[in-house]
């Protein structure tokens, strides 16, 4: 049974910095694509970074670009988020997702391209 673990969330105060992690059991995803989604409270899913499993392409949300780093380590077969220089909006539950396909970067952006989730971690930036 695949299961997908994140940790790291907390509370945070604006302009620091939080590294989530995200531990999959059950299979392996080294070359499959894995990402980070995130959910506000009254909002819709939106993603946030994406990742091949040659860990050469990344893409990330125009809202998170040049803060946010996406990065997996397959032999952990853990992915990770580095969030730095946190922002209020950033606040939000946020879930690592992997997939069975090989990276598509306008694929991996939507949530339906994967089929393994996270239960989720919660991260709050106060202002």
């Known amino acids: 049974q695949v299961q997908l673990v994140e940790s790291g969330g907390g509370l945070v105060q604006a302009g620091g910095s939080l590294r989530l992690s995200c531990a999959a059991s059950?299979?392996?995803?080294?070359?499959?694509?894995r990402g980070w989604f995130r959910q506000a409270p009254g909002k819709e899913r939106d993603f946030v970074a994406a990742?091949?499993?040659?860990?050469?392409?990344?893409s990330y949300a125009d809202s998170v670009k040049g803060r946010f780093t996406i990065s997996r380590d397959n032999a952990k077969s853990t992915l990770y988020l580095q969030m730095n220089s946190l922002k209020p909006e950033d606040t939000a539950v946020y879930y690592c997702?992997?997939?069975?396909?090989?990276?598509?970067?306008?694929?991996?952006?939507?949530?339906?391209?994967?089929?393994?989730w996270g239960q989720g971690t919660q991260v709050t930036v106060s202002s």
């Open positions: 990742i091949s499993g040659s860990d050469i392409t990344t």
């Open positions: 997702a992997a997939a069975s396909k090989l990276y598509r970067y306008s694929d991996s952006q939507r949530s339906e391209f994967y089929e393994y």
């Open positions: 059950g299979r392996t995803f080294s070359n499959n694509a």
